[in-house]
């Protein structure tokens, strides 16, 4: 086993890319956590003792959260396939494997494909539970968000200009750029009295994409942090709509009865009402 290990550990060391058991483990304990935020959510719907903003942020971070470790699984499948395919190649033609070895070494490799099934299905009940209905939106390839957008040099656009510019990138359908403006808009001008505004273009950019997990939370952000602005009715009625194209209907119906409540006479609650009526 130990001259096996050594093997596999060349291997990988030569590849870069090979599957290990500590791939697995790291992406076991994201899932153990992911298990737990939905006991909670269970918990806490179960009890309706939080409030349903609380709740919703919950559902949507656990979502984006799950999109990631899905496409993580995937990529370690791909791993454990490409290592198997080597290692068996290597193995075949070293003069010093012998069958025990190569029993082990299929043995280490089928495990790992058993775990990586093994959390698919964990994964899946997650996806159970929130009424996920996957959509071809779900496996495209979402924009790179970790990167920082970048700011053109020379002249400084004032407050209206950047605004307004982000505006229009935004009604021609360039999305990345209008999202890259937006932000920029937040970045340099956070206290803006039309940040609020900003910020709900923004969650309007990953609505467009379909990427709804992430457009409830840049809702979100626009009730949190701008309770007093103007965008606060339709940030609740666009978080209402994503949810219901998630197939989300308990929580996109929790959503418009708060806008009804809280904001009754608006028109963004006569659309809610009748929103409400193909339930």
């Known amino acids: 086993m130990k001259y ?4 596999l550990t060349a291997f990988c060391i030569a590849l870069g890319g090979c599957a290990s058991q500590q791939d697995v483990i ?13 006991s909670k959510i269970k918990s806490v719907a179960k009890s309706q003792k ?11 971070g656990l979502r984006a959260n799950l999109n990631e470790i899905r496409a993580e699984i995937q990529a370690l499948s ?5 290592t198997e395919f080597l290692l068996k190649q290597n193995l075949a ?10 029993q082990k070494s299929e043995k280490q490799l ?6 990586t099934a ?6 899946t009940q997650i996806e159970q539970y929130l009424n996920l209905e996957l959509s071809k939106s779900a496996h495209t390839v979402k924009p790179d968000l970790a990167k920082k957008p970048t700011y053109q040099t020379g002249k400084t656009l004032t407050e209206n200009e950047l605004y307004q510019q982000a505006k229009q990138a935004f009604d021609k359908g360039s999305l990345d750029a209008a999202r890259g403006k937006f932000e920029e808009f937040l970045d340099r001008y956070p206290k803006s009295q039309k940040a609020d505004n900003a910020q709900f273009w923004i969650g309007e950019v990953f609505y467009r994409e379909k990427w709804y997990e992430k457009a409830i939370l840049e809702y979100q952000k626009v009730i949190e942090n701008y309770p007093k602005g103007n965008k606060v009715e339709d940030s609740l009625l666009k978080q209402g709509f994503a949810f219901y194209n998630l197939k989300d209907k308990p929580n996109s119906r929790l959503i418009f009865k708060e806008l009804i409540k809280k904001y009754p006479g608006s ?13």
Not at 4 to 7: S, V
């Open 78 to 82: 791909g791993k454990i396939e490409e």
């Open 267 to 279: 028109n963004q609650a006569k659309i809610a009402r009748k929103k409400l009526k193909e339930f």
């Open 4 to 7: 096996f290990t050594l093997i």
């Open 50 to 60: 939080t409030e349903g903003n609380k709740l919703r942020g919950q559902s949507a």
């Open 118 to 123: 093994f959390n698919k299905d964990r994964i």
């Open 26 to 38: 790291i992406l076991d304990d994201r899932l153990i956590e992911l298990e737990f935020q939905l």
């Open 110 to 115: 089928d495990g790992l494909k058993e775990i």
């Open 93 to 102: 033609a070293s003069a010093k494997a012998s069958d025990e070895l190569n």
